[in-house]
């Protein structure tokens, strides 16, 4: 008997426009098989698998960290002693796997790392290598952000005195709170504040929300912090106050928190900042929790693949340029204080970078920047 080649093998999943599979449901589909003549065959399988992976470069070597987050299989076919002929024609071998109800670490794609899952089908024959292809899979593992921890309402305050000595002025202090700790996509983070500026200067107040992705391999960790969504207040003048009643950040289409993973982990902090001309701005953070469901908020409406896989990247949205009052005397910076106070496995990893170009004098910094701790 002569063995031909295999025309074609796919793996083709049901319902192939939905969102993602989430814990406990079943990944079903079928395994095609195209034969151009008789052909023999020792046994098709099925694998879903899912890998965390983090690598980067440290000087001159990689730091590089795999974990796996799940493995199931199953045969579709079995010849046991005897192999099987298949006559040519078209084969469809259906199945189905499901995921263990345990938590798993949501598909996501970053600078340094990320997830991902894939259904495998393998197909072996007697003295040929075997035959193997591959499908991605997003996987979302809900977070309830409706939970009494995350639904309380969170504040600081913090003071700051500009100078020293004899050349002291008054103090700046800033009181910030937001309604609760955990949101979906689409809702925005009510913020309230008091800043009471007793200084000499003119100071300027924003809100920033940040996604900071932690890497970690071989004991060093990476982190890479960048702006989501920000939003900028008036100038509060020399011995006035400002507040702000329920401000709202509008929280743009985001990946969720992924909390659950020894080597890669994503998490958002909300800072409200008073930027002080001459001296190191004064702030408070507040950690948040991006979940999928919540108050209102329908499970299978949250989450879809652009925001999982890097075809699809974060809105690149610049965070506003610093004021003139932190580069100039606060006479000029009178001048334009109107003005400047506006609003302003390895296939995952590739991704397109974009460079934007302004004028010069409204150039933003870079989207993110880059955080190494415990690099030796």
């Known amino acids: 008997m002569m063995h031909t080649e295999v025309k074609s093998l796919d793996v083709i999943l049901d319902n192939k426009q939905r969102v993602g599979y989430c814990p406990g449901e079943v990944v079903s589909g079928h395994v095609s098989l195209k034969l151009s003549e008789a052909t023999t065959i020792k046994t098709v399988n099925i694998l879903l698998k899912g890998y965390a992976q983090v690598s980067w470069m440290h000087k001159r070597s990689r730091c590089f960290e795999e974990k796996k987050c799940l493995s199931l299989s199953m045969t579709l076919v079995a010849t046991g002693p005897q192999n099987l002929i298949l006559d040519s024609g078209i084969y469809e071998i259906p199945f189905d796997l499901?995921?263990?109800?345990?938590?798993?670490?949501?598909?996501?794609?970053?600078?340094?790392?990320?997830?991902?899952?894939?259904?495998?089908?393998?197909?072996?024959?007697?003295?040929h290598e075997s035959q193997r292809v591959c499908r991605e899979l997003c996987i979302i593992s809900h977070i309830d952000v409706s939970v009494p921890t995350l639904i309380s309402p969170v504040s600081q305050t913090c003071k700051k005195i500009i100078g020293c000595?004899?050349?002291?002025?008054?103090?700046?202090?800033?009181?910030?709170?937001?309604?609760?700790?955990?949101?979906?996509?689409?809702?925005?983070?009510?913020?309230?504040?008091?800043?009471?500026?007793?200084?000499?200067?003119?100071?300027?107040?924003?809100?920033?929300?940040?996604?900071?992705?932690?890497?970690?391999?071989?004991?060093?960790?990476?982190?890479?912090?960048?702006?989501?969504?920000?939003?900028?207040?008036?100038?509060?003048?020399?011995?006035?106050?400002?507040?702000?009643?329920?401000?709202?950040l509008k929280i743009p289409p985001?990946?969720?928190?992924?909390?659950?993973?020894?080597?890669?982990?994503?998490?958002?902090?909300?800072?409200?900042?008073?930027?002080?001309?001459?001296?190191?701005?004064?702030?408070?953070?507040?950690?948040?929790?991006?979940g999928t469901k919540g108050l209102d908020i329908t499970?299978?409406?949250?989450?879809?693949?652009?925001?999982?896989?890097?075809?699809?990247?974060?809105?690149?949205?610049?965070?506003?340029?610093?004021?003139?009052?932190?580069v100039m005397s606060e006479e000029p910076f009178e001048e334009h204080r109107t003005s400047t106070c506006q609003s302003?496995?390895?296939?995952?990893?590739?991704?397109?970078?974009?460079?934007?170009?302004?004028?010069?004098?409204?150039?933003?910094?870079?989207?993110?920047?880059?955080?190494c701790t415990s690099e030796q």
């Open 254 to 290: 985001v990946s969720p928190s992924i909390l659950n993973s020894d080597i890669l982990r994503v998490e958002y902090l909300v800072a409200v900042i008073v930027q002080i001309p001459g001296t190191k701005n004064q702030k408070v953070q507040f950690p948040v929790v991006i």
């Open 299 to 326: 499970s299978h409406s949250i989450v879809n693949m652009s925001l999982l896989y890097p075809t699809f990247t974060l809105p690149d949205i610049a965070e506003a340029p610093p004021s003139y009052a932190e």
């Open 165 to 248: 000595w004899i050349f002291t002025s008054g103090p700046i202090s800033l009181t910030a709170s937001i309604d609760r700790q955990g949101y979906c996509n689409g809702e925005s983070i009510s913020i309230c504040a008091l800043i009471e500026n007793c200084s000499s200067r003119l100071v300027v107040p924003k809100a920033v929300m940040y996604q900071i992705q932690t890497y970690t391999a071989k004991g060093k960790t990476k982190s890479i912090k960048q702006v989501v969504a920000s939003s900028r207040g008036n100038v509060v003048p020399p011995d006035t106050s400002s507040r702000w009643n329920g401000n709202a």
């Open 344 to 371: 302003q496995p390895d296939w995952l990893l590739d991704s397109s970078a974009f460079a934007c170009d302004q004028q010069f004098r409204l150039q933003p910094p870079p989207p993110y920047s880059e955080i």
């Open 98 to 127: 499901q995921l263990p109800q345990s938590p798993l670490v949501s598909s996501f794609s970053g600078k340094h790392g990320c997830v991902y899952y894939m259904v495998q089908a393998v197909l072996k024959r007697p003295f």
